[in-house]
């Protein structure tokens, strides 16, 4: 069983800053990816980010440029930084962890993003 433990969401202004971060705990193998994905009312939930294990990163057309994944291997922690912030990012982020090697994935409890003026 692997545990995710998010934080860092709220409520910003449009353009501006948040990180999020998620950590990993419980039995966790050496190679795997870890990255973000969201879910706003009435869309479907969409992958925003991923970093792998060996260092590819991948991340959405919507958010190129303004965010950025980040892991601290030895820790088992994954950050998001979310600059220049929109309206349509308000969402709930899940973190997820996926293990290709056995094709398990988790995933966070969920942490609620809203940008708003």
């Known amino acids: 069983q692997v545990q995710l433990v998010e934080s860092g969401g709220g409520l910003v202004q449009p353009g501006g800053s948040l990180r999020l971060s998620c950590a990993a705990s419980?039995?966790?193998?050496?190679?795997?990816?870890m990255g973000w994905y969201r879910q706003a009312p009435g869309n479907q939930r969409e992958l925003v980010a991923h970093a792998t294990s060996g260092g590819i990163t991948n991340y959405a057309d919507s958010v190129k440029g303004r965010f950025t994944i980040s892991r601290d291997y030895a820790q088992n922690t994954v950050y998001q930084q979310m600059n220049s912030l929109k309206p349509e990012d308000t969402a709930v982020y899940y973190c997820?962890?996926?293990?290709?090697?056995?094709?398990?994935?988790?995933w966070g409890q969920g942490t609620q993003v809203t940008v708003s003026s």
């Open positions: 419980g039995s966790i193998v050496s190679i795997n990816r």
């Open positions: 997820n962890i996926h293990f290709p090697v056995t094709l398990r994935e988790y």
